[in-house]
């Protein structure tokens, strides 16, 4: 089975940086790619940032030029660098992981989600 722990929600100011991380551990041959949806209150569930096994990133254009995701693919590790943090930014973030397991089965995972408060 594939386990995935969230790390790294807080409370914040705005203006301020958080740093998320999601580990994904288990029966794990591959991953395709590894991400964070958030939903917001009263809000449909959207995607964050995104970034491939072959390290190709996107995001949401609310978030473009202040959140910056990246990987370390030794640890099966992707982190999310929050900066210049907004009130609209509150949500509650989920972690995303696709990718095969060593039955070669694909897998499509999902943390339990971190909440993230700005404060205004």
């Known amino acids: 089975q594939v386990q995935l722990v969230e790390s790294g929600g807080g409370l914040v100011q705005a203006g301020g940086s958080l740093r998320l991380s999601c580990a994904a551990s288990?029966?794990?041959?591959?991953?395709?790619?590894m991400g964070w949806f958030r939903q917001a209150p009263g809000k449909e569930r959207e995607l964050a940032a995104r970034?491939?096994?072959?390290?190709?990133?996107n995001y949401t254009d609310s978030v473009k030029g202040r959140f910056t995701i990246s990987r370390d693919s030794a640890k099966n590790t992707a982190y999310l660098q929050m900066n210049s943090l907004k009130p609209e930014d509150t949500a509650v973030y989920y972690c995303?992981?696709?990718?095969?397991?060593?039955?070669?089965?694909?897998?499509?995972?999902w943390g339990q989600g971190t909440q993230v408060t700005v404060s205004s």
């Open positions: 995303n992981v696709q990718g095969l397991t060593w039955f070669t089965r694909q897998f499509d995972k």
């Open positions: 288990g029966s794990i041959f591959s991953i395709t790619a």
């Open positions: 970034i491939s096994s072959g390290g190709i990133t």
